[in-house]
């Protein structure tokens, strides 16, 4: 786009930029369909508000695609219902780390942590903890 980071909300709806990066986030979907069938891909982060990339990213998700998976949900519309934005907004990143930290804590407290829970216990505690600090490193104001 030849601008900095700051210039790209300043940009048109139509610019090549938001065509490429629709491209890009529809070949995650895609590869997230073809290996889990996720029944809700849910889209979030600085990019994501801008709200032209959503039908961008669905139609893109359909055509290459190009009907391999039959499942109406996929094929038609009700990809709108599919591939959405975070009812988090910009904070869905820390609320998702903060709800596998409360996860983790829970399982916790339902029994005591054997040797066989500690490792799960743990990656959820460190994947909380990551978040958080990678949230506050990136929204710290300089």
Known sequence: AKCTV???KD??????V???AAHYLACMCVNFILAASPEKIVLSGGVMLRKCLFPMIRQ???????????VPTITTDK????????E????????GALFLGKIALDEKKKSSITRAAA??????????VAAVALYSIFTRRK
């Open 6 to 8: 700051a210039e790209l």
């Open 88 to 95: 988090h907004g910009n904070r869905a990143g820390i609320v």
């Open 119 to 128: 490792p799960q216990f743990l990656s959820h505690a460190l994947v909380a």
């Open 18 to 20: 938001w065509d490429i």
């Open 79 to 86: 990809i709108d219902s599919v591939i959405v934005p975070s």
């Open 60 to 70: 893109k998700t359909q055509i290459y695609l190009n009907n391999y998976i039959n």
């Open 11 to 16: 940009l048109p709806d139509d610019h090549k």
